[in-house]
């Protein structure tokens, strides 16, 4: 930890340049070592295929909590998701199939209570080669002439997003009843805004405003 004495003149110049100082240093402290380590979080998702032979290769990810938080705007924080990706190297190209199974916790639009929704999916991607990186459609990535590996860890943080329904909501239990939270559920009725009886009276005035 780096203690820095403040500066004894009032001079505003001379509080700025202790504030910048201040500041750089403890971006030099913290910075580096918060990069590295979610850079290397996701260094397992880099795929080398330069050395691979021409045909199907197979990779396995477990993905939790850790893969989650290495992204700022993620609207998932837990989850035990597994991928079974087959990397299927061409002449050319470069054929990405994923098989994702797993669970995530989201919150119930009914309940406002956290639950455990499952997804599942297959997704394709083409992995083509060009002059610049590019994403030419949603399952076509150009990567420059030359690449020797591809980051899958981008992909998977959307495709795991996508596979969330729209409509979050708990499922049913075994028999069949309600899986939300009832106290929750009671809580959000009592401060649901309760419909008030109408004025005859307005019914009256409305009309002569039409008439
Ligand atoms: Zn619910």
């Known amino acids: 930890m780096v203690c820095l004495k403040k500066p004894s003149s009032n001079h505003s110049n001379a509080s700025l340049l202790f504030l910048f100082s201040y500041s750089f240093i ?3 402290n913290f910075a580096p070592r918060f990069v590295k380590k979610v850079s290397n979080r996701l260094k ?3 795929l080398g295929f330069k050395g691979l032979s021409l045909g199907h290769h197979h990779f396995d990810f477990d993905i ?3 893969f989650f938080e290495c992204f700022e705007e993620t609207e998932i924080h837990v989850g035990q998701v597994k991928v079974d990706l087959d990397l299927e190297k061409q002449e050319k190209m470069l054929v990405l199939s994923f098989d994702i199974h797993g669970e995530v916790e989201v919150v119930c639009d ?3 209570y956290e639950y455990m929704q499952p997804i599942s999916g297959k997704e394709v991607v083409f992995i083509k080669f060009g002059s610049e990186y590019l994403e030419e459609d949603d399952d076509v990535l150009i990567l420059p002439q030359g690449s020797h ?3 899958v860890s981008s992909m998977l943080y959307d495709f795991i997003h996508l596979l ?3 409509h979050r909501l708990h499922l049913p239990d075994e028999q069949g009843n309600l899986g ?3 106290q929750n559920l009671e809580i959000l009725e009592e401060l649901s805004p309760k419909e008030t009886p109408v004025d005859p009276r307005w019914d009256v005035l409305n009309q002569l405003k039409i008439d």
Request: charged content about 25%; overall charge negative.
């Open 26 to 28: 403890l971006f030099c």
């Open 44 to 46: 397992p998702y880099h």
């Open 64 to 66: 939790g909590s850790d």
């Open 110 to 112: 009914r309940c406002a």
């Open 149 to 151: 590996e591809v980051d």
């Open 164 to 166: 969330v329904p729209y």
């Open 180 to 182: 939300c939270n009832k």
